[in-house]
């Protein structure tokens, strides 16, 4: 497939952010995402999502502030949750974007935060590059670059990891590990974890790191429950000294993790 040599027929691809958290998303929108970037997702027919219930569920909060150009039942919506997974479509990136090709825009939804950061989309993004399409990136909330601005940590020097490993073993090692090329590079590690999974990563830095190194949670990001609080690891000790305590601020809610030795 070789690069369009003229871009003005092709359409836009639109990278459009979601809310965080489970809070109401009428409430969120208004709060997150301006009004510019709320009319142009509102102006889309053509989608590429994770999950079609949770892009209908957006599209209609914001018709709640910014009527849809399109009504929901006639708008073509196509799943994609990345290479690596099965999307029920069977589609392809250079087939999913048919509508780009034919000059019409489309968006790509991030089921929460941005497209892709954390989340899948950069081979979508990666192909309307190739078809030489313009790429337009919307203003919204990311919960790695809202946590990092928060943790007074250092935000010049910064490196994201995703998941780390779910066994125990393999977990303090990596955090060991992350904890060394922090202090050797002066850098701010970031990762995230399943809910459920939080309060298993809380006791586990607690009992890998350094006593003075710095760990921050910032937990529900840009909802009315944020909680966020840095601290050297031995304070952390002092304030969650068991399970239960840990499980009151931690359990089910997400959270994003940075460390700073």
Known sequence: MSKSSNTSVLGCLYLV???LGEEDRVTQLSRVIPPDALCQMASLKNWIV???KTAR???NAVNQITPLSHPLQSMQM??????QSKNKTGLKPHELLKPLIQGEDVGLMSEAGVPGVADPGAEI???AHHL???????VGPSSILLGLMASGLNGQCFSFH???????VERSKKIKQLEHRSKQNHETQLWIETPYRNTAMLETCLATLLPQTQLCLAIDLSLETEWIWTAPINEWQKRFTNQSSMNDVLKNRPAIFLMLA
């Open 17 to 19: 952010p979601n809310t």
């Open 50 to 52: 994770e999950d079609a």
């Open 57 to 59: 569920a957006l599209l």
């Open 78 to 83: 196509n799943e994609w949750r990345g290479p």
């Open 125 to 127: 993004i990666n192909m």
């Open 132 to 138: 030489g399409a313009r790429v337009k990136p919307l």
């Open 162 to 168: 995703g998941y780390l490993p779910v066994d125990v």
